[in-house]
């Protein structure tokens, strides 16, 4: 379990009240989401992932939105730290489907 007060170590100011509540995360709306599609081979053992990357938003939206790639490219895949790796390369495909949700969508790299 994660301490709360991780940082604080005091306050001298009698009127200090300590916020002990965690910022919720807000998924942005699809049109201010900005990812970005590369193909990766890093660490792979050679074998190449559709990486998405950039969504700010709940880990809940995070795995819809994998869900619903990983469904629609027909392949395996896991979403977590606001990145997608689908197996395969699906760049192209996935381009297409988040465009259609309405996400700015742009690929990265070679």
Known sequence: ??????????????????????????TLPNQQQNLRIMLDKKQR???KVTLITGFKGKEEDLNVLAKTLK?????????????IIIQGDFREKILQ???KQGYKVKLAGG
């Open 71 to 83: 469904t629609y490219c027909g392949v395996g895949g896991s979403a977590k730290d606001g990145e």
């Open 1 to 26: 379990m994660k301490n709360k007060r991780e940082g604080i170590v005091y306050s001298t100011n009698p009127d200090y009240k300590f916020d002990a509540e965690e910022p919720t995360d807000v």
């Open 97 to 99: 489907i988040l465009q």
């Open 45 to 47: 053992g050679g074998k």
